[in-house]
């Protein structure tokens, strides 16, 4: 029996954007499975990293907003300084304390992407300078789901990468493009037309 996703969610820190560029130009242009994205950034950062990202993709890209319905089709990114979580339909806002001194945190998407979705849920980790994303991605392989993580050989800065590694043994070691590619190989719920998964 094939597996279905319902979501994938990318985390990044140090080297993001480019990294991000990449991946998500890479990805078809059909792609179905919506991608939350979670890139370290300043609390007064301003709302660029979207439409940065909307430049290498026809896929819609767009900051999150507080509830927003997620939707195929989309790339969804987590705005600075409050945390993404991830609810049955809907990606809510929360403003609690910083974790790893971070807001948005890896982290914390990734577990409550998992514990959504489950066996459904793909955790990606990119080039980033610590350790956030680490955690979040064995909570993603402890609930049945997939994880990959960017070879640290290619990443701007390794440690996020090879931190992952380090929690997550079973996760998928490979270059951006090889993700991308195992990623459009993925069947998204949306093409199940309400079969049970």
Known sequence: ???YYEIVV???????LRALKELIGALPADFGIPIVIVQHRHRDSDNLLAG???ECT???????EDKQPIAPGHVFVAPPDYHLLVEPGALALSTDAPVRYSRPSIDVTLSSASDTYESHTVGVILTGANADGAQGLAHVVARG?????QDPAEA???TMPRSAIRAVPKAR???IREIAAALGALRPASSTNG???
């Open 58 to 64: 026809t896929l819609r890209v767009c900051e999150v």
């Open 1 to 3: 029996m094939r597996v």
């Open 52 to 54: 940065l990202i909307q």
């Open 156 to 158: 701007v800065s390794p």
């Open 195 to 197: 079969a049970p998964r």
């Open 173 to 175: 070691v490979l270059r």
């Open 10 to 16: 990318v985390g990044t820190s140090w080297g993001g």
């Open 145 to 149: 789901g997939l994880a990959f993580v």
